[in-house]
């Protein structure tokens, strides 16, 4: 007699797969301000990065040995921190002005989508993926992330607290980055904050870092994928953002959304916010089965993915605005 295994095929986990471009090219994400600012504001943003993105677009097919490389673009407009004017209003500004300078936006996506979308809790999903990188000799004495809702690239500086009787002060000591190269960039960064009622609001940081992962194909829940495209056939755009849905298809030619890498053109000043993108996507579990269709595929078409999920985000930044 031979011993036997049978499982309900039902009962087996599967990984829905996603098409996948070379590229995912972000034309954009601003926020209220930009857009009450007007159409000129919208003009001088997409006439600064209409140089850039075509340099992004040249690199992506020099990747791909000269042949013609798959370049979706994107756009994300912030309904997640401050709702503003309406979809029917902005979207068409937003358009027209990328049109003016030469561009299209095959994808729009609300920023609200990353922290829900339909009724997946995206942003509680991700977090809950959260590996913090434990610093050497350290020897868990703080609290971890999903307790405070902070997440270092490092060590923080020892808390001073008064001395006891026969016990010394502790000394002030400078906090210290995990792969620092000689000298640190210690970097804190605040993932949510909760209010009194217990409303939890995701930072910025934590919501793009949540964009980078849709955008890289890598988002599932139950194994189906998140933040799916949804084809736009009305003749317009809605009065409200919550019937805009999370990610919508523009250009019905266009490339997959998710891609292998991602570039995003945008001002310097979402350096910073960026910055703490890396860290937290350098801690995060991302779902294996994702991961290893990324390299199934990619091995098939001989198109090289870096093995960091950080290290195939790439930015180009540009003053002023």
């Not at 075509?54 to 990747?63: D, G, L, M, P, V």
């Not at 004495?141 to 009787?165: F, H, I, K, M, Y």
């Not at 919550?242 to 891609?259: I, M, Q, T, V």
């Not at 994702?290 to 091995?299: N, T």
Request: glycine letters at 6%.
């Amino acid at each position: 007699m031979t011993d036997a295994v049978f499982r309900e095929t039902a009962a087996e986990p599967r990984n829905r797969s996603v098409p996948l471009a070379h590229l995912s090219l972000e034309l954009g994400h601003l926020y209220m301000e930009d857009f009450e600012a007007g159409p000129q504001r919208l003009r001088s943003h997409f006439a600064e990065v209409r140089p850039w993105a075509e340099a992004a677009r040249a690199a992506a097919t020099a990747r791909a040995g000269g042949k013609r490389a798959r370049i979706s673009t994107c756009f994300l407009i912030d309904d997640y921190f401050t709702r503003f004017s309406t979809p029917a209003e902005v979207v068409p500004m937003l358009l027209a002005e990328a049109e003016r300078a030469g561009l299209s936006v095959d994808y729009l996506a609300r920023e609200s989508g990353c922290a829900v979308t339909g009724k997946v809790p995206v942003a509680e999903a991700v977090a809950g993926r959260i590996v913090e990188s434990p610093p050497p000799g350290s020897y868990g004495l703080r609290p971890s992330a999903a307790q405070t809702g902070w997440l270092a690239n490092g060590e923080r500086s020892p808390v001073a607290r008064a001395p006891q009787a026969m016990k010394p002060a502790v000394e002030w000591q400078p906090p210290k980055e995990t792969a620092a190269r000689r000298h640190s960039v210690f970097l804190d960064v605040e993932l949510w904050s909760d209010d009194a009622d217990g409303h939890r609001t995701w930072s910025c940081p934590f919501l793009a870092a949540v964009w980078q992962l849709a955008r890289l194909g890598l988002l599932r829940n139950e194994g189906e994928a998140v933040l799916v495209p949804q084809p736009h056939t009305a003749a317009g755009f809605p009065d409200d953002w919550d019937e805009l849905p999370s990610l919508l298809r523009l250009n019905d030619r266009a490339d997959p959304f998710a891609a292998y890498r991602t570039c995003s053109v945008l001002p310097t000043r979402f350096l910073p916010v960026e910055h703490a993108v890396r860290v937290i996507l350098d801690q995060i579990e991302v779902d294996p089965g994702a991961l290893e269709q990324v390299a199934e595929r990619s091995g098939r078409e001989r198109t090289s993915v870096p093995d960091s999920v950080a290290d195939r985000v790439s930015y180009v930044y540009y003053a002023g605005l």
